[in-house]
Nanobody
Framework: QVQLVESGGGLVQAGGSLRLSCVAS????????MGWYRQAPGKQRELVAT???????NYSDSVKDRFTISRDNDKKTVYLQMNNLKPEDTAVYYC???????????????WGQGTQVTVSS
């Protein structure tokens, strides 16, 4: 069973940095788009950043110039480098992958279990 496993969340002071990682846990032939979303308490899940298989990235305005998304296609891993963190970045961060081709079959979309990021002022 293919799963997305996230790591790297935690508690950091405002202005600090964290790096999130997300890896597909099974043998994967390819993954199309990968990305990060976040959900703060009482709010809807929102897009943070996405990246295509070819490396084209897209960011929400609230994180542009502070966060950087990248991926390693061979390792089936996506990263989110978060710099100059602000208290409003506090949320559960979810990894997302689309158009996944495992050894057998095809999966249209997967979500990770989420990792907590807390930024103190």
């Amino acid at each position: 069973q293919v799963q997305l496993v996230e790591s790297g969340g935690g508690l950091v002071q405002a202005g600090g940095s964290l790096r999130l990682s997300c890896v597909a846990s099974s043998i994967i032939i390819s993954i199309s788009d990968m990305g990060w979303y976040r959900q703060a308490p009482g709010k809807q899940r929102e897009l943070v950043a996405t990246i295509t298989r070819g490396g084209w990235s897209n960011y929400s305005d609230s994180v542009k110039d502070r966060f950087t998304i990248s991926r390693d296609n061979d390792k089936k891993t996506v990263y989110l480098q978060m710099n100059n963190l602000k208290p409003e970045d506090t949320a559960v961060y979810y990894c997302n992958a689309r158009d996944i081709k495992p050894i057998v079959g095809k999966i249209s979309e997967l979500w990770g279990q989420g990792t907590q990021v807390t930024v103190s002022s």
